[in-house]
């Protein structure tokens, strides 16, 4: 199963024999101060500097979150989404919890786009799905609804069920174009917590077929040496059968993980990316 | 199902909750003119570099191959199994084509030792398991015949349900000391064998519940930037099963992509070791 994202000018797709996609994660104001009060000045340009970073590092779309405090986040988002657009052409991914938000990010958007994201919670599918379903987009599913953040993998199963069936059914919204996040959690606080995401992806890869992201920083969470978790973490969950992540292109031991993991899975065939990508840094160095 | 080994003063278990088992690999003189020469000179001080190199890396058992051209192996697998005797406490593992040579080595060695290895070949079976039988040993065990290397992993568990049970019942040699080897490939001569090399290690794990070791290095045979190419795969591989493998203890890459791994699969409790490795590197580099 392929979803097919796109910006004016560009398609990416996610999963079937393509490439493990990697949506670069940088473009949000959370935890940074500088540029969140940078935001609040209506000072776009650090977005320019992430952009980028996160380009030259190998992302394949890029995550917008423009949920800074004091802020008009909708019209952020806005100028966010044409800034970018006119910086480069990957697709994006609009990642926000409020629905008006979302909606001017769809609204300025001149493509198919990544909504990130909706939950199991009846109030949140009949609020976003809608909007998925009037731009064409794609959306993010979390299998969680009010009551709780299911631990049992079959329990995620049935609320990722419930989400398909509302979104296919109610909203017309095709199969593919909704990518579920199995929830990873960090191992930190639980070292029993990912091998449920695991097993999660496995079930929701057998049973349903789907396409899934998730953000790959969750799982090293609190813990040192993060980079060589995400860098292990990553291979285990493709080869679970994970398809995508929002993640830091900057880390070159992430990327690589990930390329590793599509010359293992038999989505790089001969091997020419590997090797190009082998080649290239020898060019960089010998320079 | 846990495979207990022994040295004469220690035991390591694979499998079970235990940590991932690290097999060292480098006391083996294939492609080293060198020490080749040297063991035809019957100097033998070079395995007392590689055994201390390992040890300092993390191996947690060794293997001890004296395969080189015209020596008198035999004689060489004895003389190395009683010096690495005299210098650690890590179990052996015996690795030699040669039937005498195994039974030379099991005749030094002080401790139950892995040997490495049977075949499903009907004449290697009867030969080499009697072997192990009378001496208490563990095996490592290839499901390949006279006939073929299967790529099918159906065909693969076949065969392993073969040497099971000429094992078991012909020659007494309990299930949990029979350690598989699932077959790992090279990735570079073909993209879609590793895919065959993970489905069969799943396989033998669930129908099997049985240990597994492979050659680490084989898998990135003929590739650039071999260390990330093992650094992702083993991950992937103990996500779907593998409970040790034959490799450099040197490489920190790898070793480090084998604790994250325990530490993301519950088998490093509170991640306690991963939290007192960062320490230790950290103490290092500030001393």
New interface residues.
């Given amino acids: 199963m392929e979803t097919v994202l796109s910006s004016a000018t560009r398609q990416v797709s996610i999963g079937g024999q393509n490439p493990f996609c990697i949506i670069g994660e940088r473009i949000n104001p959370t935890g940074r101060k500088v540029f969140q009060e940078q935001l609040r000045n209506g000072d776009l340009s650090r977005i320019e500097v992430d952009v980028a970073e996160q380009v030259a590092g190998g992302a394949m779309m890029l995550d917008v979150n423009m949920g800074a405090p004091l802020c008009d986040e909708a019209e952020l988002m806005t100028r966010a989404v044409t800034l970018i657009e006119s910086q480069c052409d990957l697709p994006l991914c609009l990642d926000s919890s409020i629905i008006e938000v979302l909606e001017a990010g769809l609204a300025a958007y001149h493509g198919k786009a990544l909504v990130n994201s909706v939950t199991a919670e009846d109030e949140r599918l009949d609020a976003i799905l809608p909007l998925v379903a009037r731009h064409g987009a794609a959306v993010i599913a979390l299998p969680n609804d009010e009551e709780e953040i299911p631990e049992e993998p079959a329990r995620r199963l049935e609320l990722a069920r419930k989400i398909v069936d509302v979104a296919t059914a109610r909203y017309g919204i095709p199969l593919e174009d909704v990518v579920f996040d199995p929830l990873a959690m960090p191992?930190?606080a639980d070292?029993?917590l990912?091998?449920r995401t695991?097993e999660t992806i496995a079930l929701l890869r057998d049973e349903l077929g789907v396409n899934m992201t998730l953000g790959a920083s969750n799982?090293s969470f609190g813990?040192?040496?993060r980079g060589?978790?995400g860098?292990?973490?990553l291979?285990?969950a493709?080869?679970?059968g994970l398809t995508s992540a929002i993640m830091d292109a900057r880390s070159a031991q992430l990327v690589?993980?990930v390329k590793?993991?599509d010359?293992?899975?038999?989505r790089?065939?001969?091997?020419a990316q590997?090797?190009a990508a082998?080649r290239a840094r020898q060019a960089a160095t010998a320079s």
């Fill in positions: 191992v930190g070292t029993t990912v091998l695991l799982v813990m040192p040496d060589a978790i860098a292990a973490f291979p285990m493709i080869a679970s690589q993980a590793a993991a010359l293992l899975t038999d790089d065939p001969w091997g590997w090797i082998h």
